[in-house]
Structures are given as structure tokens and as C-alpha cells.
């Protein structure tokens, strides 16, 4: 892990087109800003743990012989 000491209005950029800029510190808590291409999903992690959690169990529900009838495959 890359850690970096930044005040604010000061960034970091990522990979050329993602930019992460301190907005805000107030006691313990940072607001950033975060601009990025559209096709880039940006989430909370503990949202995307939310998410994989739901994709996962979600794949084990799926009906594989159905899809395959679906499908045509035998």
C-alpha cells in the first residue's frame, strides 16, 4: 500500500485519467472528490463487498440445465 500525506485542495492522479482531490477535513473524516472516466465504477467498499456478496449468491441460484435448454446445448 502507497501511503501519501495531502491537504486540502491537494490530488493525487491515477493512471493518467483518474484524479482524487482532499475536498474537506473535519476532525477524523476526509471528503474527497474523485473524477474518472464514466466507464470507471467508483463505490464505498463497503458497498462493493455488498455487492460481490449479492453476485455471488446470486451465481449459485442460477438454473444451468434450464440455461442449457434455453440455450440449445445438451
Given at each position: 500500500?502507497?501511503?501519501?500525506?495531502?491537504?486540502?485542495?491537494?490530488?493525487?492522479?491515477?493512471?493518467?485519467?483518474?484524479?482524487?482531490?482532499?475536498?474537506?477535513?473535519?476532525?477524523?473524516?476526509?471528503?474527497?472528490?474523485?473524477?474518472?472516466?464514466?466507464?470507471?465504477?467508483?463505490?464505498?467498499?463497503?458497498?462493493?463487498v455488498q455487492i460481490?456478496?449479492?453476485?455471488?449468491?446470486?451465481?449459485?441460484?442460477?438454473?444451468?440445465?434450464?440455461?442449457?435448454?434455453?440455450?440449445g446445448n445438451k
Open positions: 500500500m502507497l501511503a501519501l500525506s495531502r491537504k486540502k485542495d491537494e490530488s493525487i492522479i491515477i493512471n493518467d485519467d483518474i484524479e482524487i482531490t482532499i475536498i474537506e477535513v473535519k476532525g477524523e473524516q476526509v471528503k474527497l472528490g474523485i473524477t474518472a472516466p464514466k466507464s470507471i465504477p467508483i463505490y464505498r467498499k463497503e458497498v462493493y460481490q456478496e449479492a453476485n455471488k449468491e446470486a451465481a449459485k441460484s442460477i438454473d444451468v440445465k434450464g440455461l442449457d435448454d434455453l440455450f
